[in-house]
């Protein structure tokens, strides 16, 4: 199962920190030409791509977030160097020995700097790092960075895409996957002869990262019969990892969400999107995240009574660092998988 590689790079890599997704959202609305009967961005900055269905007496609505975890410049010291908060969330010592984007009037690389080791004492060798602990040095003194970068710029990691093994080994596949996923459903409606069961709003939504905004926003005028969030989950597959926490492993298939933090997915969404993957021979696998949300819980409950919402996950190592790692079947699974749900939905029994 092959997937354009080439396509998920440039999605991956494309800045777009939460409230700063202007590149990617640029670079989404490129792609999505031809792909759907209707394009457009909302206010808040959502890119909202219909395509019609067989019927419209009800509507079907999924989200991709095109926002990444970065960071927010609020401080330039008197030395030049950057103080930032973080847009979304970070386990602080990821950022030890990373290069980052300043997104200013040019883009300019910085990198993380902390204390190093070789001073500090014996308690700050043992203490857990916090992210106040690290400043970003573009190696320019105060006057220079000033001419470049001011309080409010936004600011993103650095990592390009390679391929290893199987898999794709990038930052930001949470959640530029599912962009790419999103843009290949469409694609994949458009060349072959299946058409989506109802009208289908395919939704690239922002802020995610800090509460679900976009996806919020955008259910409430749309108001979907039937939602799908898609997302990364946590594969623990990895060494030292018990049974019970692994959540998901690397080519084991799509997965398919039960609960997570934010929702608990609607049985019968659950028990049709499994239909339909054994029914098509998708291999998947069922999620249970404990910790973290989606845009689903969105989708569930932002419209007047409630919509019937599942999820469509992408099993990812490492995520929330910039070595996040998916396995390329997987993906092509997911493809598949959120095809064939848009397209079946009036073939299946919704009263239980």
């Given amino acids: ?18 409230g700063f997704e202007k590149r990617i959202r640029d670079l989404v609305l490129k792609e999505l030409k031809g792909l759907a009967d209707e394009v457009r961005v909302d206010a808040i900055g959502n890119v909202v ?8 007496k009800r509507k079907t609505m999924a989200a991709a977030h095109m926002d990444e975890i970065g960071f927010i410049v609020t401080h330039i010291d008197e030395d030049g160097f950057l103080r930032f908060n973080p847009l979304g969330g970070f386990d602080p010592k990821t950022l030890s020995s990373q290069r980052v984007i300043v997104h200013g009037r040019k883009d300019v690389i910085g990198v993380m700097g902390s204390k190093p080791i070789h001073i500090m004492t014996p308690e ?39 391929e290893m093994g199987d898999c794709v080994n990038v930052k930001s596949l949470d959640n530029r996957v599912s962009v790419f996923l999103l843009i290949e459903t469409l694609r994949a409606l458009k060349a072959g002869k299946l058409k989506p069961s109802y009208d289908f ?45 692994k959540c998901t492993s690397l080519g084991e298939g799509v997965g398919i969400k039960i609960m997570d933090s934010s929702v608990i997915c ?44 599942g999820a469509v996950s992408i099993p990812t190592r490492h995520i929330h660092q910039v070595i996040e790692m998916s396995n390329k079947g997987d993906i092509a699974l997911a493809i598949r998988l959120l095809t064939h749900c848009v397209c079946e939905l009036e073939q299946h029994d919704w009263s239980h």
């Avoid at 199962?1 to 800045?15: G, N, Q, S, T, Y």
């Avoid at 320019?140 to 710029?153: I, M, R, T, W």
């Avoid at 339909?276 to 973290?292: F, R, S, T, Y």
Wanted: charge should be neutral; hydrophobic fraction near 40%; proline fraction near 6%.
């Fill in 124 to 162: 700050e060798r043992t203490k857990p790092p916090q992210l106040k602990d690290y400043f970003i040095d573009l190696g320019l003194p105060k006057k220079k960075v000033e001419k470049l970068v001011a309080v409010g710029d936004s600011v993103t990691r650095e990592r390009g895409l390679i």
């Fill in 49 to 56: 791509a219909l395509k019609k269905g067989k019927s419209a």
């Fill in 201 to 245: 709003y395919a939704v690239f939504t922002v802020q995610e990262e800090i509460g679900l905004r976009g996806a919020n926003a955008s259910a409430l005028e749309i108001q979907p019969d039937f939602g799908f969030g898609l997302d990364t989950t946590i594969a623990f597959d990895t060494p030292g990892a018990k049974p019970e926490e």
């Fill in 266 to 309: 609607d049985t019968r969404m659950v028990a049709y999107m499994k239909r339909v993957a054994n029914d098509h021979k998708i291999k998947w696998q069922p999620e249970i995240l404990a910790g973290g949300g989606t845009d689903t819980a969105g989708l569930q409950r932002m419209t007047p009574g409630g919509s019937i919402a």
């Fill in 1 to 18: 199962m092959k997937i354009d590689v080439d396509l998920l790079a440039r999605i991956c890599e494309a800045p777009g920190a939460p």
